[in-house]
Each structure stands twice: as C-alpha cells, then as structure tokens.
C-alpha cells in the first residue's frame, strides 16, 4: 500500500515536474543579451568613472579635517565650539534640504525633464544605456567639476525608468498612458529631492562629525546621534524607494546606512580611540564624504 | 583563459574578462529570472542588476566555492528582493483597482490543466515555489539551492517535498487519469 502510494506519487510528481518544464514561464527564443550587456557595461563605466572621481576628491578634502582638529587646545571652549558647530551644521542642512526642495520643485514644474544636475554616479545603467558614448565622454568621463556637472543635463536623455519603477502589467493597462505620464513624472522628482534632502543633510552630518570626533560633551554626541538617527531613517527609505533602483545611488545610500548605523550608538559618552577608529576607517575606505559631495547637486553642498 | 583568470582580470576593471564571464553564464541567469517572474523585460532588468552586482561585488569572491554557486546566490537574492517589491506595489495598486475587479470577476469557464498548473505554483509559498522551479524545472542540485538561499540541502529537500504535496493537492482533479 505504501510502495502503491510512494509509486503514484513519483509519477505525479514527474507529471507536473514535466508540465512546469514545459509550460510554467517556459523560455522561448535567445535572450537579448547585446542589449543587456550595452546596460551593464555602461553602469560599469559610470561605476569606474566615479571612483576615479572619488579617489581625486578625497585627496583634494583629506588633509583639511587633521588640521581643523588640532587647533583646539582647551576642552571647554572645544566644547563650546563644538555645540555651536553641530547646531550650525544642522540649520545649514535644513535650510539646504527647503532651498533644494523649493529649487527642485520650480524645476520640475517649469519643464518636463527636469533639468537638474546629476552627479555621475547617480547615472543610472538605463541613463548611460541610451546616451551615445561620444569620444568626448569616452576621453574624459569623469565630470568632476562644477562647469561639467552643470552641462550634464544638456547631453543626458530622460531616463527611461525600469521595470521595477513601474506598475504591473494588469494594472498599467488598467489606467490610460496619457493619465500615467504625469504620474509618474511628479514621483521621480519627488524622490529625487528626497534623494538629494538626504544627501545633504547626511554630507552636513558627515562633515561635523569629522571635525568634532574627539569632542567630550555628552550633549554634543546625544545631538549627533539625534541627527544621525533621523537622517538613517530617511535613507532606510530611499533604499527601498525608486531612487535605490539606481545602482550608484543605492551603494552610496547602502554605504551611508552603515556609518549612520554607527553614529546612532552615540550615547553620549567619549567614544574610545577603537570606536573613532571604526567610523572613520569605514568612512575613508568607502570614500563616502567624496562620493557624497559629488552626488549632491552643484551649488547645494554644504562644504 | 580560464574562469579564475577571467575574475582576476575583472576584478582589475577588465571590460572584456567581464564581458566573457557575462557570456559564460548570461543564459542561466536570464532564464531563471525568467522562470521566478515570468516576464521578460523584468527578467531583463533584473539579469541587469545581478551582473551589475557581480562585478561591483567581485572583489567579496574568495573563490571557495564554484563561481557559478556564488553568482545563483545573488540572482536569487536580486530577483527575491525585485519581486517583493513589485508585489508591494501590487498590493498598493490592488488596494485602488479593487471596486473594478469585483464587478469584472465573473464566472469563467474552468481552467484548464495548463492554467491551474500556474496557478497552483504562484500560490505557492515563497521558499516552496523558488525551491521547486530551481530543483524541478532548472535542475539545480539541493546543494546549489541550499547555497544560492541561504539555507541548508536539507532544508531544500524539505521544500521541494512540501512544494511537490502541495501541488498534487491543487491539481487532484487531474491526478486519477495520470495515474491510469
């Protein structure tokens, strides 16, 4: 009896095992594999394009933080200076995040593509994937400079956004294009000034820290892990967002999670010589101020 | 040039290393995404993204394990995380279409074999339904998929049998003439 069950089961299952082969997303045809590869050799230029840029940034702002730290001989006034930074630091970074909210918003509206400078790195495959490479970007494809991130959006064809941007297929044929158009229009750019708050903010964040890391007040630390927490938040949610879709974009918010990770743990309590260390490692090794910088919109950096 | 030299020299931001390993393994990859979501233009996004992932994470690869082992494991994270994602967006949309599709779902006629069969999959749980199109249909070892989810072979042979008994279940009306 049990053999008979055992015996009918495996034909069962060697039934539907054949059935799924066959007919459950069975493949048909070659898939396009010159098309795929076009996008990801272009995320991979773009990729290779930022780090070269990374790597020269870094070297333009990393002897700056040393020399701001050793300037402050006494631990009271360094104190002081510190509380006065951090609150500083985070004013600038609200009043950016409302001027790139305002800038953005009049963009948008005043065109229909958007005509804010991106970074390279926020070049997404798709981005790169449609824009012929001319011997012009091929010679020299890391717009580092102001003067190259503001002709960017001249050269750079709207981005057609992927797949996974949209909606099902059951439910875009549900709703007519032209009302789907503007949609989807408004949602790109909201979370690109999302996108961009953020990076302001975490870059505001990122550059007080640096200066103060020794710094012993507790109250100081409580605030930068204040402002850390809030600023994870947000990226936590951009991660998941439409903008995380951009591979750049979503190593340069993936990274920032983990230093942000880390200076939540601010308690308020001198960090050890280990702690500093950590923070500060992960952040040279990742480039992550330069990368920041580069990605934040011309003009709108807050350093 | 064998495949480790090819990841030596992709690791070092050789286009065309990296070019010969996508050859190498583009068709697996695209058709399991293929065969997890069913659609081609996500199938292609996502083949996309997992080559796009390999090679920025190349550099993580110890070379323990087989290549192929090490790039199934990111195809089925990328296209597990994708497809969460789009049935999150589903659902929001659902939430919205939801009046329309009472007053559409009529009776139907029954569906066949085929669409039952489909059907029958879909529903089935995440980790049961990965495990068995791997196992079942792509011919993945119980180690490869154990690897590729982070899981264990035993685990795998779990779902591949909880996935096999839920199927025969949903498709009981066909089962008698097969057994005949």
């Not at chain 1, 260390?277 to 990742?286: G, K, P, T, V």
């Not at chain 2, 066949?112 to 070892?141: N, S, W, Y």
């Amino acid at each position: 009896m049990i053999d008979d069950t055992s015996s009918d089961d495996d034909i069962i299952d060697e039934r539907i095992r054949a059935l799924a082969a066959g007919h459950f997303n069975a493949p048909a045809g070659d898939p396009p594999r010159d098309a795929m590869w076009e996008g990801i050799a272009a995320a991979r230029r773009a990729a290779r394009a930022s780090g070269a840029a990374a790597s020269n940034a870094e070297t333009t702002h990393a002897p700056i933080a040393p020399t701001t730290i050793s300037i402050t001989p006494l631990i009271e006034r360094r104190s002081h200076a510190a509380a006065w930074r951090w609150g500083a630091a985070l004013a600038a970074g609200l009043i950016l995040g409302i001027v790139v909210d305002r800038r953005m918003a009049h963009e948008s509206s005043s065109s229909a593509i958007p005509p804010v400078a991106v970074a390279p790195s926020n070049a997404s495959p798709r981005d790169t994937a449609t824009r012929p490479l001319t011997p012009d970007t091929q010679r020299n494809p890391v717009p580092v400079s102001d003067q190259s991130v503001a002709q960017a959006p001249k050269s750079v064809t709207p981005r057609t956004p992927s797949i996974l941007d949209r909606s099902s297929p059951s439910t875009m044929n549900a709703r007519p294009l032209a009302s789907r158009a503007p949609l989807d229009s408004a949602a790109r750019s909201l979370y690109r000034v999302a996108a961009t708050q953020t990076l302001v903010q975490a870059e505001a964040l990122l550059t007080a820290y640096r200066a103060d890391q020794s710094s012993r007040d507790p109250q100081v630390m409580l605030q930068a892990a204040r402002w850390a927490r809030d600023v994870l938040s947000s990226t936590r949610l951009l991660i998941d967002s439409p903008a995380g879709r951009d591979p750049q974009m979503r190593a340069l918010l993936s990274d920032l999670e983990l230093i942000l990770a880390q200076l939540v743990q601010l308690s308020g309590t001198p960090l050890d010589a280990n702690e500093r260390d950590l923070i500060e490692r992960a952040m040279r090794e990742r480039d992550l101020l330069p990368r920041l910088r580069s990605a934040v919109p011309a003009g709108l950096a807050t350093s | 040039m064998d495949e480790r030299e090819l990841i030596a020299r992709a690791r070092m931001g050789d286009e065309a290393a990296e070019r010969a390993l996508y050859d190498a393994h583009v068709d697996r990859v695209y058709w399991l995404a293929y065969r997890m979501c069913g659609r081609t233009d996500l199938a292609q996004d996502l083949t996309q993204d997992v080559f796009i992932r390999t090679f920025e994470r190349l550099g993580d690869y110890r070379g323990d394990a087989p290549f192929r082992s090490w790039l199934n494991a990111i195809t089925t994270s990328v296209v597990l995380n994708g497809l969460r994602k789009l049935k999150r967006f589903d659902a929001r949309e659902a939430v919205l279409d939801e009046a329309a599709m009472v007053t559409v779902a009529t009776r139907e006629a029954e569906p066949d074999l085929k669409e039952r069969m489909a059907q029958a999959i879909d529903a089935l749980p995440e980790g049961c339904r990965i495990t068995f199109l791997m196992h079942d249909v792509e011919g993945f070892t119980h180690e490869e998929i154990g690897t590729a989810l982070g899981t264990t072979a035993g685990t795998s042979k779990a779902q591949l049998s909880r996935a096999r008994a839920k199927l025969r279940i949903a498709l009981a009306d066909f089962v008698g003439e097969w057994i005949q």
